[in-house]
């Protein structure tokens, strides 16, 4: 079965420095890898996604993320944090069936909470 | 486009009762899965619909149910409730079956008294 482990539950850093937060999966299969942003009280929105091609992918509010096969993660980075980015951190990988086909079941990390200090 | 609707957004109930929760995906997407995230367990998978049948399941309970209508939209029920039931259930919906690419709704906040 697959899971996905998130080292670090809680980060802080200054507004403005850069940041990276770790996320090791666990997975027999190609990987579909996704992180997620929740804000207190909300839902989940999607930052990026890597399903094949490019290991370095770009997703939106300037979050990036880099996937190594090698060492089973997939880590999300932003070269320079702003207050707004406090917020709880999912990192998820999408099921498959043994032919690569996806379907919609997630596992998802146990999140890391950031907080940004002015 | 709208986003994903959940309904209500927070509900109270009795332990024993039951409960419905309602999703609207967004416009065109025909896969809707269901979330439960509690703050010691996280975010756990529950099932998840694609025209009207049931593709996949988490280990949850027979308790926990749910259906899709022909509109896409989905429900899932919790019957007799327990103090654990107690989480916010996260709807997300996708444009097909096979696509993991979930957007999801705010939510509905479940307290069980």
């Known amino acids: 079965a697959q899971s996905v482990t998130q080292p670090d539950i809680h980060i802080t850093v200054s507004e403005g420095a850069s940041l990276e937060l770790r996320c090791n999966y666990s997975y027999g299969a190609t990987p579909y890898l996704f992180w997620y942003v929740q804000s207190p009280g909300q839902g989940l929105q999607l930052l990026l996604k890597y399903f094949s091609g490019d290991t370095l992918v770009q997703g939106i509010k300037g979050f990036e993320a880099e996937f190594k096969r090698s060492q089973s993660s997939f880590n999300l980075r932003k070269p320079s944090v702003h207050w707004s980015d406090a917020a709880e951190y999912f990192c998820?990988?999408?099921?498959?069936?043994?032919?690569?086909?996806?379907?919609?079941?997630?596992?998802f990390g146990q999140g890391t909470i950031l907080t940004v200090h002015p | 486009k709208a986003g994903v609707t959940q309904t209500p957004r927070y509900l109270i109930k009795t332990r024993g009762q039951q409960v419905t929760l309602s999703c609207s995906p967004i416009?065109?997407?025909?896969?809707v899965s269901w979330y439960q995230q509690t703050p010691g367990q996280g975010l756990q998978f529950l099932f998840e619909y694609f025209s009207e049948t049931q593709r996949n399941k988490g280990n949850f309970p027979g308790r926990f149910s749910g259906r899709q209508f022909s509109n896409s939209r989905s429900e899932m029920n919790v019957s007799t409730l327990e103090l654990g039931d107690s989480a916010l259930y996260l709807c997300?919906?996708?444009?097909?079956?096979?696509?993991?690419?979930?957007?999801f709704g705010q939510g509905t906040r479940l307290t069980v008294v």
């Open positions: 998820a990988v999408g099921d498959s069936n043994a032919g690569g086909t996806s379907y919609g079941k997630l596992t």
């Open positions: 997300a919906s996708s444009p097909s079956v096979g696509n993991t690419e979930a957007f």
């Open positions: 416009s065109g997407h025909r896969s």
